[in-house]
C-alpha cells in the first residue's frame, strides 16, 4: 500500500513538474523545460538492465540533459554520454568477452615464453611481488589491464575531452578514496581512467591512481549519486536502481552470497540517502540474476525494458513533441565528438622509470607515428601493449592521446601507484597434489623465485623449489644476447623422484631415482610461442630401492649429454585449453649415463592440440613418440607410459623400454562453474588412448585406455577428479589438484 501510494504522488509532483513541456510540446523551446537528470546506479552485470531503461525514455522522448553514475552505472552513463543510441550501447555489451575482460593477469596467449613457462609450472599461484626483503600480495586479483584497454579504444574519440561537461550530455561518475573513505567525483581529466577508477571493485580489480588519489569502485560510498547529478543543475531525476537487494538467510550458505549481501549492507544506508532525493525511481525486477551475471546480457536489458515500461505512464509526462525531440537529438549529435582516427606525429610513455620507457619504446618503435590509429590500429596496439605486460614487467598498460607545440602524440601509461611499477623480484607459490588410486600419492609445494635485470637489462634470475613425495632444487640465469631474440642460459638442479616397477598389473617395487647436474645452453626465442636451445650437460644420477623387491643393480654413475630441443606453446590457457597447439621435441646425444659404458642417441616428440567445436564444446588429441635409434636403453633413461593421459587405465609409469609410441582423442564439454571475474569452468571430458613401449617395433603391444573426468577451474589451478579403464577392464580412480596437464 505504501509503495502505490509513494508510486502516485511521485508521479503527481513530476507531472506537475514538467506540465510546461508536457502540454505545450510543439511550442516550448528546450530552455522554458525544467531538466532531467539521469542517475544509474551500480551493480554488477546487475547494470545492463540500464540499456534496457535507455530504450524506453528514448522510445517516449524523454530528454536527458545530465547523466550519472557509479561502478556500472558509469560505464552504461559514459557511453550514453558520448553520444552513442541505446542500440549501440546494447551491440557493443554484447559483442564483448568477459571471460577474457576479467582475466586476472594478461591472456595466456599475450604472455611471453618465459612467463608462459611459469603458468605451466605453477598454473595457479599464490603471486608475492616487490624488493627481495619486501614481497607483498597484489592490490587485487584482477590488473585491470585488459578491461582498461576497453576502456581505451572506446573512448578515444574523447580522449582529450579533459572537461567532461563537454561531453554530447554533460556526465558525471565517482569514485571512492581509499586512504580516506570519501566519494570523489570525476568529472575531468581522463574519461577512460576516471571508468577504471568507478569500476575497481575492491579485492577484484587493481586501485587506480588519479590526482595523487588511490581510487576504487565509486559504489562503495555512494552508489547512487544523486547529488552529483542534483549539482550539475538537473531539476528532475530520474533514478535507475539495480542494487542487489538484502537476501534472508538461504543466501547466506555460500562465499559468494556472504560477499554480496557484505557489500549491500554497506551500501544501504547511503543508497536510502540518495534515493530521497529522486523524483522517479526505477527499478527492474533482476531478483533472478547476480552482479556476476555477465553472460546474461541480453535478459538483463530486457527485464530493464520491461521495468522502465512499468513507468511510461510518469515518463510521458516528460515526454517532447517530435519536433522538440529531434531539435533535443540533433543538439546532441553536434556535441559528440566524431570517431574520427588521430594520426599521431610522436609516441611518449609516462612512466618515471627508464627500464619501462626502454622496454615499450623497444616495442613499439615508430610503428604507430604517422599512421591513422583507427579500430584495426587500435586493436593492433592493444595486443602489443598486453605482450608488453605478458612480460611480467608490467601489470597493466593503457594509452590516450596527449597535445604538446600543437602536434598530437600517443601516450602509454604505465598505471604507476605511489611511483612504482611492477617490482624487480616474483615470488609464486603453488600446490600439486595427485594420485592415481593409493599406490602413487604425491603432494607437492611448489615456489618459483625470479629476479629480473640481474647484470643488464632483460636478465632473468629464476630458481626453483618443490618439496613432498618429490623435492627439486633448481636455478637457472637466462641473460639475452642482443636485442633480437638470443640468449645464453648457465643452469644447475638436483631432482628426487619416486619411481614405481611393475610385474603385470602389481606393483611391485618402487625406487628413488636422484639427479643432480650442471648444464649451459645457448638459444633462440623467436617469438612469444616458441624457443629452441642447444645445450651441454653434466652431472650425476644414481637409483636407490625404497621399498619392494631389488630389481635393479647398483644403478649411479655419471651423466654427460649434448641436447637440442625445440617447444612450442600455441594453446589459449596453460591448463585445460580450448584451442591451439602445444608441441616439446628433443634431440638427445648421451655420452654418459649409469648402465651403460656405450654412447647412444634418443629423440622425443609430444604434440597436443585443441579445437573450440562450440561455445561450450572443445575435441582434442595429443601423443608422442619417442625412440633410441635402435639401442637398448638402460633404465635410467627408458620412455614410460601408463597414468592420466599416457594411458589412464593402467599404473603411472607402468611401462617402460627403449622406444614408445602413444596417441589418443577426447572431447570436452564445459559450463561456467565460477562468476567470469574469477574466469572458472567445469568440464566434462572422456578421451581413447592406446598405445605401446616396446624394445622392437616388431615386438610392440597395444595397449589401449578409455577414460573419463569431470575438471573445474580455481584460482589455485585445475582440479581433476575421473578414472580410466584399460582393455582388460582394468580400473584406475585418478584425482589431481593444481595442474591438468603435465
Not at 472 to 478: F, H, I, K, N, Q
Not at 488 to 503: K, L, T
Request: hydrophobic content about 40%.
Amino acid at each position: 500500500m505504501f509503495k502505490r501510494v509513494s508510486s502516485a504522488l511521485c508521479a503527481l509532483l513530476i507531472v506537475s513538474f514538467a506540465a510546461p513541456a508536457a502540454f505545450a510540446q510543439t511550442a516550448a523551446p528546450t530552455r522554458t523545460r525544467p531538466t532531467i537528470g539521469l542517475v544509474l546506479s551500480g551493480g554488477g552485470a546487475r547494470g545492463f538492465a540500464h540499456i534496457g531503461v535507455l530504450k524506453v525514455l528514448e522510445e517516449n522522448r524523454v530528454p536527458v540533459d545530465y547523466v550519472g553514475g557509479a561502478s556500472i552505472g558509469g560505464l552504461i552513463g559514459a557511453l550514453y554520454a558520448m553520444g552513442k543510441t541505446p542500440a549501440e550501447i546494447e551491440e557493443l555489451i554484447g559483442s564483448l568477452d568477459w571471460n577474457r575482460l576479467f582475466t586476472s593477469t594478461t591472456s595466456f596467449d599475450n604472455q611471453s615464453f618465459r612467463r608462459k613457462e611459469d603458468r605451466r609450472n605453477i598454473p595457479g599461484p599464490i603471486p608475492l611481488r616487490g624488493n627481495p626483503t619486501a614481497l607483498r600480495l597484489p592490490p587485487a586479483f584482477n590488473t585491470g589491464h585488459e578491461i582498461g584497454l576497453l576502456f581505451d579504444k572506446v573512448t578515444l574519440p574523447y580522449a582529450q575531452v579533459d572537461n567532461f561537461d563537454e561531453m554530447a550530455i554533460p556526465f558525471r561518475t565517482v569514485a571512492t578514496n581509499m586512504e580516506d573513505g570519501t566519494s570523489v567525483e570525476l568529472r575531468s581529466g581522463s574519461l577512460s581512467r576516471s571508468l577504471r577508477a568507478t569500476m575497481s571493485i575492491p579485492g577484484v580489480f587493481a586501485p587506480i591512481e588519479i590526482d595523487g588519489k588511490i581510487l576504487s569502485d565509486g559504489g562503495l560510498v555512494n552508489n547512487i549519486p544523486t547529488n552529483i547529478v542534483k549539482a550539475m543543475g538537473a531539476d528532475i531525476l530520474i533514478v535507475v536502481n539495480i542494487e542487489t537487494q538484502l537476501t534472508d538467510r538461504t543466501a547466506l550458505e555460500n562465499l559468494f552470497g556472504v560477499l554480496a549481501q557484505t557489500i549491500n549492507i554497506a551500501t544501504l544506508e547511503n543508497s536510502r540517502r540518495s534515493l530521497q532525493q529522486a523524483n522517479l525511481i526505477i527499478a527492474p525486477d533482476l531478483e533472478n540474476y547476480s552482479a556476476a551475471d555477465f553472460g546474461n546480457s541480453e535478459e538483463l536489458i530486457e527485464l530493464g525494458y520491461q521495468g522502465a515500461s512499468a513507468n511510461v505512464a510518469i515518463l510521458q509526462g516528460l515526454s517532447l513533441g517530435e519536433a522538440d525531440w529531434q531539435a533535443h537529438l540533433e543538439r546532441r549529435r553536434s556535441r559528440a565528438r566524431l570517431d574520427v582516427p588521430p594520426t599521431p606525429d610522436f609516441v611518449a610513455v609516462d612512466s618515471t622509470n627508464r627500464a619501462a620507457v626502454r622496454t615499450i619504446e623497444e616495442k613499439l618503435g615508430g610503428k604507430y607515428v604517422g599512421e591513422p590509429l583507427d579500430e584495426a590500429k587500435r586493436d593492433e596496439l592493444a595486443r602489443d601493449l598486453s605482450q608488453l605486460t605478458g612480460t611480467g614487467r608490467f601489470d597493466a598498460l593503457n594509452f590516450g592521446l596527449t597535445s604538446k607545440n600543437g602536434r598530437t602524440g600517443l601516450v602509454i601509461r604505465t598505471n604507476e601507484t605511489n611511483g612504482r611499477i611492477a617490482e624487480s623480484t616474483r615470488l609464486d607459490i603453488g600446490f600439486d597434489i595427485n594420485s592415481v588410486e593409493t599406490e602413487n600419492s604425491d603432494f607437492s609445494i611448489l615456489a618459483r623465485l625470479s629476479f629480473f635485470d640481474v647484470g643488464r637489462y632483460g636478465a632473468e634470475w629464476r630458481n626453483d623449489f618443490r618439496v613432498g613425495a618429490s623435492t627439486l632444487l633448481a636455478t637457472e640465469y637466462y641473460r639475452p644476447i642482443g636485442s633480437r631474440g638470443f640468449f645464453i642460459s648457465p643452469r644447475g638442479s638436483y631432482d628426487r623422484r619416486r619411481v614405481s616397477f611393475y610385474e603385470l598389473d602389481a606393483r611391485i617395487a618402487e625406487y628413488t631415482f636422484s639427479t643432480m647436474q650442471a648444464s649451459i645452453d645457448a638459444g633462440y626465442a623467436y617469438s612469444p610461442r616458441s624457443e629452441v636451445r642447444l645445450g651441454y650437460t653434466i652431472g650425476f644420477e644414481r637409483a636407490d630401492r625404497a621399498i619392494g623387491d631389488p630389481l635393479l643393480t647398483d644403478l649411479r654413475g655419471r651423466l654427460s649429454m649434448v641436447s637440442l630441443r625445440w617447444n612450442y606453446d600455441g594453446l589459449d590457457q596453460a591448463q585445460v585449453p580450448r584451442s591451439g597447439i602445444y608441441a616439446r621435441n628433443s634431440l638427445n646425444y648421451i655420452l654418459d649415463t649409469a648402465g651403460t659404458d656405450s654412447e647412444f642417441t634418443q629423440g622425443e616428440t609430444r604434440v597436443s592440440g585443441y579445437h573450440l567445436l562450440s561455445e561450450r564444446n572443445t575435441a582434442f588429441a595429443f601423443g608422442g613418440v619417442g625412440t633410441s635409434f635402435g639401442f637398448t636403453a638402460p633404465t635410467l633413461r627408458q620412455f614410460t607410459l601408463g597414468g592420466p593421459f599416457k594411458l589412464g587405465g593402467y599404473g603411472v609409469d607402468q611401462f617402460r623400454a627403449s622406444n614408445y609410441a602413444h596417441v589418443g582423442i577426447g572431447v570436452l564439454h564445459s559450463r561456467q562453474f565460477l562468476p567470469a571475474l574469477f574466469g572458472g569452468r567445469a568440464y566434462v571430458g572422456g578421451w581413447y588412448e592406446g598405445g605401446s613401449a616396446f624394445e622392437r617395433f616388431g615386438s610392440a603391444n597395444y595397449r589401449q585406455s578409455a577414460s573419463g573426468a569431470v575438471i573445474v577451474e580455481t584460482p589455485l589451478g585445475p582440479i581433476v577428479i575421473g578414472g580410466g579403464f584399460s582393455e582388460r577392464l582394468r580400473g584406475r580412480f585418478f584425482f589431481s589438484f593444481g595442474r591438468f596437464l603435465r
